[in-house]
T-cell receptor
Framework: AQTVTQSQPEMSVQEAETVTLSCTYD???????LFWYKQPPSRQMILVIR??????QNATENRFSVNFQKAAKSFSLKISDSQLGDTAMYFC???????????FGAGTRLTVKP | GAVVSQHPSWVICKSGTSVKIECRSL??????MFWYRQFPKQSLMLMAT?????????EQGVEKDKFLINHASLTLSTLTVTSAHPEDSSFYIC?????????????FGEGSWLTVV
């Protein structure tokens, strides 16, 4: 079974600064997908970034980038130039290809301070 | 973009009654849909996989007789909480992936708040 661990229950960052959220996972699969989702108070799940395990290049989406270390089974999210609207719960998730059932970490509550 | 819609967004029911939550894929067909439960300040926990035209697959610890799942068409899955109790109060959210598309793009519904009184 796959497990996803987020060891930081809460984090805060000053507006315009950079913050990194940690995620580790455990799997015996060689190919899989990893995700970071943002969940604001509305509870809507918003995809932040996605990484395919067979791609060595780290995914980036504007201010969001990941540090994917496959051997270490680590998948951290870096948010640059933090904005107040980034305040939310952030979940790391694992998914096997063709199964589509996601396994989520416990989440990290990020607060961006003005 | 693709949309998954859930209904109702909010529901309050009396203890002992049953309540149905719908999950619809509005512009794509989904052979498989997924139901998650999220208690306050906790993560999303997969409850079951809903399979069109066949029985749902439940995660360990989830009572299949209590959480009835029906996936009668390629665009609709329903979750019925039977004999609901206050401890079933939670946020329920579904997800789906277009059958015809590759890349495993997942779409989440807006979620449904269930309060059992």
């Amino acid at each position: 079974a796959q497990t996803v661990t987020q060891s930081q229950p809460e984090m805060s960052v000053q507006e315009a600064e950079t913050v990194t959220l940690s995620c580790t996972y455990d799997t015996s699969e060689s190919n899989y997908y990893l995700f970071w989702y943002k969940q604001p108070p509305s509870r809507q799940m918003i995809l932040v970034i996605r990484q395919e395990a067979y791609k060595q290049q780290n995914a980036t989406e504007n201010r969001f980038s990941v540090n994917f270390q496959k051997a270490a089974k680590s998948f951290s999210l870096k948010i640059s130039d933090s904005q107040l609207g980034d305040t939310a719960m952030y979940f790391c998730a694992f998914m096997k290809p063709d199964y589509n059932d996601m396994r989520f970490g416990a989440g990290t509550r990020l607060t961006v301070k003005p | 973009g693709a949309v998954v819609s859930q209904h109702p967004s909010w529901v309050i029911c009396k203890s002992g009654t049953s309540v149905k939550i719908e999950c619809r894929s509005l512009d794509f067909q989904a052979t498989t849909m997924f139901w998650y439960r999220q208690f306050p300040k906790q993560s999303l926990m997969l409850m079951a996989t809903s399979n069109e035209g066949s029985k749902a697959t439940y995660e360990q610890g989830v009572e299949k007789d209590k959480f009835l799942i029906n996936h009668a068409s390629l665009t609709l899955s329903t979750l019925t909480v039977t004999s609901a109790h206050p401890e079933d109060s939670s946020f329920y959210i579904c997800s789906a992936s277009p059958t015809a598309r590759s890349g495993n793009t997942i779409y989440f519904g807006e979620g449904s708040w269930l309060t059992v009184v």
